[in-house]
């Protein structure tokens, strides 16, 4: 009976959002019209418009097909490899990849490119490391595996404890950079922005669960890495599909070059590293975050158990990498390409600002702040129909990031703390997933204030944040539990949860959010290093490592004794959880 009542509701509730965000986008435009905030571009209403009415379309056709928690949080195991693959390019493609690092590039150069090469090296270790024992060990989420043969009630808690500070992370840079798309296109106030896509994530994620969330990633990866290589190959035409004249122009043009008040006098400010990340130990600590974050982010790992097998996974990952190294080949010729194009053009600028010496303008007063400079882009090279089908596209990888991270999040309240830590295993599919869907709804809450909160930050640096969390956590967590027979509970719990304060407590301290986010003086972070990974890693991995070895308990004999049948369920599959049938 509740059940039913439960489907009613959300299909009237779905059928009246179709029309509400008609409604509201119109008024939305009248409003900027009006108010003079900024050129409203039709094109890019109506291609926003019908990506999100698509979109609601596919969560309520998903709303009809989630009928258990296993469909809920996983699919129910009916995804193939390659629609995996995609879905997670499509969940890894962010708003910190696309509009982040391509506004990395475009006010630093050669050195924003850190970004690109640390997140896309991660995989190789999923694909070895993770993806075939995690499919193999888990059902719904990493704390699954990680709690196979230890006390699962604390390290579920500690697992979701990482995975709500990572969703958070990771949720602000998404937030922040739809703010700022929706703030361009529409005119309007950034935090009614904010608010509008915090409104449509947890719709996306509390009616549809993972079926709903997988296809908006297909289809916005699909779109994504349509979009990006046409601009790139636009880009590429006009310097004769030369690089080196790209380049060339670029050191031209970048004011950073600008030395002696002679133009590209300069040119290893924007071709040479060190321009960015100028301390060695903060780039080997950002790369550590980078390569190793990416097997800890609980809103990747949740995806290789929507495959039926571990050969599934496997493929997933190997797709998914193919995907995610070509869009980031793009993303540095959209860096480059919004230098050549952009920097002497005053229409992608906020009026009154002054120009450099050699005519360019600086990235920083770019209209909507250098992460709109891929938007800004597409403009230049396809006119106002293709800016409009950019934007679009920029909104979409923003909600399909977003759904998948709501979708971690209420998961590791509802399947991780809910179901395993309070209700001890007895409480009823049922009642998990209305926990979930009410969590979604307070994570989205949450984001929607924090995201208003960092509006100033780079999209990509606060990412990188995130992946710091997850390398220190997540990571050490789910890597020694698996891999190393003396792993025991209490060594988890603690060198786990050592790393996640550490890293917390760091992020807080550095100049990236003490100074910048928080507003204190310039100089005064007591941590002068902007990613703490290295320092966090380290004492996670050396916690696990040193209190496992001296533990000496029952629980422990325990732990060490399961790793035989953990490592032949981990290897073989035997006794793995299957797809569910429909």
């Known amino acids: 009976m509740i059940h039913t009542t439960f489907r009613h509701a959300r299909t009237a509730f779905l059928a009246a959002a179709l029309p509400a965000v008609l409604t509201t986008t119109a008024a939305l435009a009248d409003t900027a019209q009006v108010e003079g905030k900024a050129d409203v571009n039709m094109s890019a209403i109506v291609m926003f418009l019908i990506f999100v009415l698509a979109t609601l379309g ?99 808690l500690l697992s979701a404890l990482g995975t709500l500070v990572v969703v958070s992370l990771y949720l602000i840079a998404q937030m922040v950079g739809a703010g700022q798309l929706i703030q361009l296109l529409f005119g309007l106030e950034y935090w009614h922005a904010v608010v509008i896509v915090g409104a449509l994530m947890i719709i996306y994620v509390a009616f549809g669960g993972m079926v709903a969330t997988t296809w908006v990633q297909i289809i916005k990866a699909c779109l994504l890495l349509g979009g990006a290589t046409f601009m790139a190959i636009m880009v590429l035409a006009h ?66 158990f929507t495959v039926a097998d571990a050969k599934a996974a496997r493929k997933s990952v190997l797709y998914a990498t193919g995907f995610i190294g070509y869009f980031y080949i793009l993303t540095f010729v959209i860096g480059f390409g919004a230098i050549t194009f952009l920097l002497q053009n005053p229409e992608f600028f906020k009026p009154g600002v002054t120009a450099a010496a050699n005519g360019s303008y600086l990235p920083a007063d770019m209209l909507g702040g250098n992460n709109m400079s891929a938007v800004h882009l597409s403009k230049a090279v396809g006119g106002d129909l293709f800016y409009g089908f950019i934007s679009a596209v920029a909104f979409a990888t923003i909600l399909a990031v977003v759904s998948g991270l709501t979708l971690s999040g209420a998961s590791a309240v509802s399947h991780d703390l809910y179901a395993s830590v309070i209700a001890k295993g007895k409480a009823s599919e049922e009642t998990e997933v209305r ?74 301290l550095s100049p990236g959010v003490w100074e910048a986010a928080l507003g204190h003086p310039k100089g005064s972070a007591l941590f002068q290093i902007s990613n703490p990974a290295l320092f966090s890693m380290s004492i996670a991995f050396g916690g696990i490592w040193l209190v496992s070895l001296l533990d000496r308990s029952a629980r422990a004999a325990k732990d060490r004794a399961g790793y035989e049948a953990q490592f032949i369920r981990s290897e073989t599959g035997i006794g793995a959880t299957g797809a569910v049938a429909h």
């Open 239 to 304: 310097f004769g599909f030369s690089p080196e004249a790209m380049f060339q122009k670029a050191v031209e043009l970048h004011p950073k070059t600008v030395a002696d008040g002679k133009a590209g006098a300069n040119p290893s400010a924007i071709m040479g590293p060190g321009t960015f990340v100028t301390d060695p130990i903060s780039a080997i600590s950002l790369g550590l975050a980078l390569m190793f974050g990416t097997a800890g982010l609980p809103h990747i790992l949740m995806r290789f």
């Open 435 to 508: 926990i979930s869907k009410l969590s979604a709804l307070v994570i989205g809450v949450i984001a929607v204030c924090l995201g208003i909160l960092f509006e100033k930050i780079n999209v990509a640096f606060m990412v990188g944040l995130a992946f710091a969390v997850a390398a220190s956590c997540n990571f050490p967590v789910l890597l020694m539990s698996t891999l190393w027979k003396g792993t025991t509970t209490l060594g988890a719990f603690v060198g786990g949860l050592l790393g996640l304060i550490t890293a917390t407590v760091m992020l807080v």
């Open 58 to 156: 596919i969560t309520k056709w998903a709303a009809s097909r989630t009928k258990s928690a296993a469909d809920f949080y996983a699919a129910g195991g009916g995804i193939t490899g390659f629609q995996n693959g995609l879905a997670i390019a499509g969940d890894y493609m962010s708003a910190a990849s696309f509009l982040g690092i391509s506004g990395l590039v475009f006010a630093n150069g050669y050195d924003g490119l850190i970004y690109s090469v640390g997140f896309l090296v991660g995989w190789p270790i999923i694909l070895f490391l993770i993806a075939e024992r995690l499919r193999n060990l888990g059902k719904f989420t990493f704390a699954d595996v990680a709690a196979f043969r230890l006390d699962p009630t604390p390290i579920r």
